[in-house]
């Protein structure tokens, strides 16, 4: 069975840090390119982050370049997003989600991922 568990969400005040983590099994990790969206209330689904099987390529959305990393362990079957400088406008369920895109293919950040979390909350506020 294959199953994406995001955790690492949480209530922080403008500014701060959090890292998101996503544990997948089911599947080896480094066949597969990883996203991580968001949404927010009201709002559509947004792409923030890929990055590619191998680790080596990754893009980022404009609003979140410069603050947020994405990473991927696949010894440890896990991706991260480091996420810094947060700012109220983050506060959104984040999400992540695996694809089987090809050696070193790094996915748009529409791509119709196969494989989602159920999500974790992130809420940016004093």
């Known amino acids: 069975q294959i199953l994406l568990v995001e955790s690492g969400g949480g209530l922080v005040q403008p500014g701060g840090s959090l890292r998101l983590s996503c544990v997948v099994s089911g599947f080896n990790l480094r066949y597969y390119s990883i996203g991580w969206f968001r949404q927010a209330p009201g709002k559509e689904r947004e792409g923030i982050s890929c990055?590619?099987?191998?680790?080596?390529?990754?893009n980022y959305a404009d609003s979140v370049k410069g603050r947020f990393t994405i990473s991927k362990d696949n010894a440890k079957n896990t991706a991260y997003l480091q996420m810094n400088s947060l700012k109220p406008e983050d506060t959104a369920v984040y999400y992540c989600a695996a694809h089987r895109t090809g050696t070193d293919v790094l996915p748009p950040l529409t791509w119709k991922f196969n494989f989602w979390g159920q999500g974790t909350q992130v809420t940016i506020s004093s």
């Open positions: 990055i590619s099987d191998t680790g080596g390529s990754s």
